[in-house]
Structure formats: structure tokens, C-alpha cells
């Protein structure tokens, strides 16, 4: 760390190596500048605010995924590349004749911004898929490359909504976003990086072409499954859970807690009673429809129970709730155990207050409110019936009170105890549901007059939001009962088993080559991708491929991805990975999971390859950038609800530098007043650098060792050892020769503590300068 903060010193103090360019480069950069605002001029110029949107709205689902559905055209011819990409030490091209003669900047412009709302291709399979939205792999990224709190990247990206003619089409728009236009700010790294890429390009082994038809784009769904469980760190999952990062879960922290006065808790327990009677007494009158003279004799015991509990002065009871279902085996079990529980009734009354274990047992109304008792369960208090009403009779006012034998003591590990109650809860909450479902109308089989069969929710002492979610998982599960009043059935977020979007005829089915238009050169990859509920089709290219075993297959030919990275600080190691950088890797083997990465670290100065590494499939868990997957893919979702709500026209979605919200801007039409955004005037002229004197430093990764550390014994991210520490180690054994019995051994042990102070002293003072 205090390395690290070392080199950004020296890159505040050396900031004008960070505005280094070649010639070539800067020409390079300037023309491919001018060709993209030519196309600019061909989109409408004036815009209007249309709708604001934030880039985190929506519930968050950590187990969002984009999913491969189907290939649905491939078509050209790939680049065979050799698996050491290109030499070592590989010296680039540097002038602007190399690089312009085999990738003109026009050229590279054109195929930046092919637009996917004019491609007949893409028009075609959309009229038979009938995908939600369709773009572009640049426009993918830039959608995903959204990283909180600052989302510091300037960013423009038109999009068409048509309406589908065919005969036929149950969808009735589709929405086609193209590739990003031109930044209004360019900084002197992405002008180099501009040239860059396709001086690497130049340099790359290639060992003839091949039909990207015989391309593995995908991995076995074996081996696929088999490699998200290898790069999972052994954390505790969250999958399944239908988590909501909106309800409030801090109760669920505060299990067993006990109040320190009987007052306070016994008014905290009243209050809790009242709340959960009320909910209890608006549910009953809605689905079970009972007489007004019913609802009476149910307060009335409900009211005695309640009262008696609050009268009673030794009451002190620690406040365990139990799922749902866990209540309602209790409340099956409590009648087996009913004579016993009288019998015992009055005994143990010095018993220990906290280990009492009181429950109402209210399931039919012509049951008698008795105190029931469940072994084997954590302490709980459950209350049925009405609000508390001290001053109204009661029949059941002079029925004794029936205490319950003391449960076994709990162990000392409280905390122990916690988790293991916070695991059942959310465990038994789904998978009992079923039992419970055809057990609770068995619990009252003396009932002449049953009520109607209902899924009931016996309610613990929780906050009402965690309540919300359990019911909210039962729901999710779709494992609860059909009521009267069942709320309509919650899309399940997190599955483990994903459901196909298309039917069976269109997976079946196949597409003729030649019914479409083959690229000029390249190719071109039309991929159906489901992200929840949303059908996506994105249109991408692979630029190399080379040879590599997937599963039982051998020498499959596969996409490779090669980054070019520019190098500041090679004296000392590489760069870490941005979030930017991370996000276009991680994208391209979201598109093609067979895809084999590699990074081409390139000398900023020299234009030369230092270091060309090969990632491993397990390579995000190795980042020190805070890139986020599950976030991106969260803002993606957000974004494209927005977008297909849009009616039919022409839009630009922009986003500005540090606000964590979009604006939707629909192409005016005539002339327009107010509120005007003028796509023309804001690109007149070619990106400027920021105005901000920002120095663009970038931690350098300790994980990476360069020839240059091997060759002299160096550790990344340290600082050199020191000769003089060398030395220091070495003099003190030169003193250590005189005998104890000679003459001047006294006096030579204290001349050489001398000497040996001052020489630390003086260590500790160069040790300072050189930190």
C-alpha cells in the first residue's frame, strides 16, 4: 500500500508522461474523429426530453443472468491466429502510414457505427423471433458499463422503435439500439488506444482463415455449469432466497433479544399482540366470512388470554419467532400433548421466566383458547385472537392459567443458537409449506361447523416487513394454497432451472444463409439471449480464433478475445484492470463462453508488447476492481423495461458524467420551443481533452511478475532492498572476536553499544528518506 502510494506521487509529479502520443498516433485518432461525426449528421439533430430514469431503479436480483437461447445466423470467415498471438517483445508500428494503409480510419468509423435499425438481417429474424429488443455488441457493453456511485462515463446511444407489420406478430414493436455515438471529450490515453488496437491487429501471427460456421462459440452445458461451480468462492449463496433489497431484514439480527424491564417488554408484547390481532381480524372478515355472534366469542377469547398474560406480573417471556410453517406443525403437535400440558400446569412456579413457552392456539373459533405445549422448538409467543380489552367480560375470566413444564436449558453459544433459528426460518418456510397446507384442518377434527379451508398465516412477533417477505417466498415458491383472497402469483427472480422464451418449433428450426446478406468482410454472429423476462438479439463479430480442447471435444476452434492495454508505469509492473476493461472481457464470454481472453500490455511510450497474458476461466475472482456483474446486468434489466415501454420513433438515450440517472429525448418533430437538445451543436467539432487537470493514474496489480522482477529478485508493489541493510547485518559480527577475560572487554562492549546506536540511528534516518 504505501508503495502503491509512493507511485501515484511520482505520477503527480511526472503527469505529463501521461499526455504522450506519437505522431502517428495523433493522426490517426483525428481522422477516425471526423469520419464518426459524419455519421452523426445523419440522425435527426433536434431532440426533446422525453422521461428521466435512474440507472439502479427496480428491485435488485442477485441472481439476474443473460441466457443463451439459441445461434440464429452466423455467416463469414474468421482469422486463424497461432496460440502465442504475436511475438515476444513485439515492436509495433508507430507512424500513421503502417497502420492507415491496411485499416483506414473511414473504415474503421463504418464498422463502429453499422447500424442494426437499417440491417436487413437483423429486420428479417425479428420479424420471426419477435425479440423485445435488438442491438449491437458495442451498445450491449455500453449498457452494462455502469459503475456506481459515480458512473463517471459520458455516453450517447440512439434507438428506433418499429412497429411489426407481419401478419401474425404477437409482439407489436421491437426496439433496435445502435452502437454508441462519438464521446464529446477524449482524453490522450483513448486516442491512443484508438491507434493502438489496430497497430496490434498488424503484429498478430494469422495462419490463413476459416469459416466462422465451424466456430464452438458455446460451451458444453455441462462443462459450462461444471465451471460456474469451480470459480464460485466457498461464500455462503444467496440463490433461491428471492432476496428484495428493499425490505428492511434488521430484525432478523435481533432474535432472542431480551428487554431489560418488565414494563417495557410487557408493553412491547401488547403492542405486538395488537398488531398482529388486527391484521388477523381484517384477514378472518374478509375470507372467512364468519357471523357478527362468532367474531364476538373469538375477541372475547382472544381478549381473556391476552389480559390474563398481561395481568400476571411474573410474566417475562424472550420474543423467538418461527417460520410459518415450523407454527403451524406446533399448532398439529400441541393437541397430543394437551393432557399432559394440564397436568403440569400447576408446578415448577419458581421456574425460570425466560424459559416459559406460551401459545394461543386459535385455528377454528369453536376451539377453546387453552395454553398448549410443543416440545423440541425454540420459545415462542404467538397470539390469534382480538385486541386486549381489559374491561369487557370474558367467559373464560376465572379459568386457571396452565403453566408449561420447563424446556431444556439453552446452551451457552446464544449466538449459536441465532443462526441456527435464522437458517430454519428461511429453510422451513419453503419446504414445509406443502405439509402445513394439509395439516391445518385437521388440527380442530371436533369442530361440528368447520370454516371454509383457507391458507392461513399465523403470524409471529416480527416486524410486519420480514413477515411480508416469508409470505412473499411461500408465494414465489407457488406452493401455497388457492384462497378466496390468494394475491395474484409473483414472477420467481432467482431459479435454478431456466425456462426457454421461445417454443419448440422456433428452437427446432434453422435458418438458410442464403436468404440473408452476407458481410463484405469479417463476419457476423445474430445470437437470441434471454435476460428474465426479456428476449434479446444481439448481432457481434469475433475477430481471431485458434484451436483448444473443450470437454471431451479436441482441438475445437474457438473466439479469442485480445485487449489491448496501454502501459504507464512499466518501470514498476502493470496496470490493474479498470472496471471498463473488466466489463468488455467479461461481455464477450457472456456472448461466447468458449472464448479464450488474453491482455496485450503494451508500452504507452515505445509501442512495444511487454507482456501478452493469458486470462484463466477463473480470472474475475483475481481482480482488485469492484466490478460487479449482478449490478450491471440489474441496470441492464432496468434500462431495457424502460426503453420497450417507448412508442413507435427515433430516441437518444444520454447519460452524463457523474449522475446516476438517464434521459430518454424523443426526435422532435417541427419546430420545437422549449427544452431543446441539439445532437448537431453538441458534436460540432471534434472530442476535446477534459478541462480537468485529472492525473489518470492506475494502482499498479501486485499479481502480475514481469522478466524484469525475475531477472533481480524483485517482489511487485515493493520497494528494492537497500545495500546498506546488507551491511548493517554484517558489521556487528566483526566486534563479537574479543574473549570476555581480556583486558579491555569492558570497555570494548560499551564502545560497540555506542557504535551500534548511532548506526541505527542512522538506518532509521535513511529508511525514512527512501519511504
Known amino acids: 500500500m504505501q508503495f502503491r502510494m509512493y507511485l501515484q506521487d511520482v505520477a503527480r509529479i511526472c503527469a505529463d508522461d501521461y499526455n504522450f502520443i506519437s505522431q502517428g498516433a495523433m ?3 483525428e481522422d477516425f474523429f471526423k469520419d464518426c461525426l459524419e455519421y452523426i449528421k445523419t440522425l435527426p439533430q433536434s431532440y426533446q426530453i422525453h422521461e428521466m430514469t435512474s440507472l439502479t431503479g427496480g428491485t435488485f436480483n442477485p441472481g439476474l ?12 470467415n474468421v482469422d486463424i491466429t497461432d496460440h502465442k498471438i ?24 463504418k464498422d463502429m457505427h453499422a447500424t442494426i435499425s437499417s440491417d436487413i438481417n437483423a429486420e428479417k429474424l425479428s420479424s420471426r423471433y419477435e425479440p423485445h429488443v435488438c442491438l449491437t455488441r458495442d451498445a450491449l457493453v455500453r449498457l452494462l458499463d455502469n459503475h456506481g456511485p459515480d458512473f463517471k462515463e459520458n455516453w450517447e446511444l440512439p434507438v428506433l422503435v418499429k412497429l411489426n407489420q407481419a401478419k401474425g406478430s404477437s409482439q407489436k414493436k421491437t426496439v433496435y439500439i445502435d452502437s454508441p455515438l462519438l464521446k464529446t471529450e477524449a482524453t490522450t490515453r483513448d486516442r491512443s488506444h484508438i491507434y493502438h488496437e489496430e497497430s496490434l491487429k498488424l503484429s498478430i501471427k494469422k495462419n490463413g482463415s476459416k469459416d466462422v460456421f465451424h466456430l464452438m462459440t458455446e460451451r458444453p452445458v455441462d462443462e459450462k455449469q461444471l465451471s460456474e461451480e469451480s470459480s464460485h468462492r466457498n461464500l455462503v449463496s444467496f440463490e433461491n432466497t428471492g432476496l428484495d433489497f428493499e425490505v428492511d431484514l434488521t430484525d432478523l439480527e435481533t432474535f432472542g433479544e431480551v428487554a431489560p424491564s418488565k414494563t417495557s417488554k410487557l408493553q412491547k408484547k401488547q403492542n405486538d399482540k395488537n398488531a398482529v390481532v388486527k391484521s388477523k ?9 364468519k357471523s357478527n355472534r362468532s367474531s364476538e366469542l373469538l375477541d372475547k377469547s382472544g381478549m381473556n388470554t391476552s389480559s390474563t398474560d398481561i395481568d400476571d406480573p411474573t410474566t417475562e417471556q424472550t420474543v423467538l419467532p418461527l417460520s410459518n410453517s415450523r407454527i403451524q406443525d406446533c399448532a398439529q403437535e400441541s393437541n397430543e400433548h394437551l393432557a399432559s400440558t394440564e397436568d403440569s400446569g400447576a408446578g415448577d412456579e419458581d421456574d425460570d421466566d425466560d424459559d416459559k413457552l406460551v401459545i394461543d392456539d386459535n385455528v377454528s373459533p369453536s376451539a377453546t383458547p387453552t395454553t398448549q405445549h410443543t416440545q423440541n422448538t425454540a420459545p415462542s409467543l404467538i397470539t390469534t385472537g382480538s385486541d386486549a380489552t381489559p374491561d369487557l367480560p370474558s367467559p373464560q375470566k376465572g379459568k386457571r392459567r396452565t403453566r408449561q413444564p420447563k424446556p431444556p436449558k439453552v446452551t451457552g453459544d446464544q449466538l449459536g443458537e441465532i443462526l441456527r433459528m435464522q437458517t430454519a426460518m428461511f429453510s422451513h418456510s419453503a419446504s414445509d409449506t406443502p405439509k402445513c397446507s394439509t395439516m391445518c384442518p385437521e388440527t380442530n377434527p371436533s369442530s361440528q361447523n368447520p370454516a371454509p379451508t383457507v391458507h392461513s398465516h399465523p403470524t409471529s412477533l416480527v416486524k410486519p416487513c420480514v413477515t411480508s417477505y416469508l409470505e412473499r417466498t411461500q408465494n414465489q415458491e407457488g406452493e401455497a394454497s388457492a384462497g378466496p383472497l390468494q394475491s ?6 432467482v431459479s435454478t432451472e431456466h425456462k426457454r422464451i421461445l417454443s419448440q418449433e422456433l428452437q427446432a428450426g434453422a435458418e438458410d444463409e442464403h436468404d440473408y446478406d452476407a458481410p463484405e468482410g469479417g463476419n457476423l454472429l445474430y445470437k437470441l439471449y434471454s435476460l428474465q423476462d426479456l428476449l434479446l438479439m444481439v448481432r457481434s463479430s469475433v475477430s481471431l480464433t485458434h484451436t483448444r480442447n473443450v470437454g471431451s471435444n479436441q482441438n475445437q476452434y474457438v473466439p479469442v478475445k485480445v485487449l489491448p ?13 479498470t472496471n471498463s476493461e473488466a466489463c468488455q472481457l467479461w461481455t464477450e464470454t457472456l456472448l461466447h463462453s468458449s472464448t479464450v481472453s488474453y491482455i496485450a500490455h503494451i508500452n504507452a511510450h515505445t509501442s512495444k508488447v511487454a507482456l501478452l497474458r493469458k486470462l484463466p476461466d477463473d480470472w474475475r475472482q483475481n481482480i482488485s476492481c469492484e466490478f460487479k456483474p449482478s449490478k450491471s446486468l440489474n441496470i441492464l434489466h432496468h434500462l431495457l423495461k424502460k426503453i420497450i415501454g417507448l412508442d413507435e420513433g427515433q430516441y437518444l438515450i444520454v447519460h452524463k458524467a457523474g449522475e446516476p440517472f438517464v434521459t430518454l429525448l424523443k ?3 417541427g419546430k420545437a420551443s422549449r427544452g431543446v437538445y441539439n445532437l448537431q451543436q453538441m458534436h460540432g467539432s471534434v472530442p476535446q481533452p477534459p478541462a480537468s487537470n485529472h492525473v489518470p493514474w492506475i494502482p499498479v496489480d501486485s499479481a502480475v511478475v514481469l522478466p524484469f522482477h525475475q531477472e533481480h529478485g524483485r517482489v511487485p508493489c515493493t520497494f528494492p532492498p537497500k545495500a546498506f541493510l546488507k551491511e548493517a547485518k554484517e558489521r556487528p559480527s566483526q566486534f563479537n572476536n574479543h574473549s570476555p577475560g581480556q583486558p579491555n572487554a569492558g570497555k570494548t562492549s560499551k564502545n560497540k553499544r555506542k557504535r551500534a546506536a548511532k548506526r541505527n540511528k542512522y538506518i532509521k534516518k535513511l529508511l525514512h528518506k527512501s519511504v
Open 565 to 577: 492495454k496501454l502501459e504507464y508505469q512499466m518501470s514498476y509492473g502493470v496496470e490493474c484492470l
Open 667 to 669: 426526435a422532435a418533430t
Open 86 to 109: 504475436v511475438p515476444a517483445d513485439a515492436q509495433l508500428a508507430s507512424d500513421y502510414q503502417s497502420v492507415s494503409s491496411v485499416s483506414p480510419p473511414a473504415k474503421k468509423a
Open 65 to 76: 443472468m443473460l441466457t443463451f437461447e439459441k445461434q440464429l445466423l452466423i455467416m463469414g
Open 27 to 29: 493522426q490517426y485518432s
Open 281 to 289: 381480524k381484517c384477514e378472518g372478515s374478509q375470507t372467512l366470512k
Open 488 to 493: 395474484p402469483p409473483l414472477v420467481n427472480i
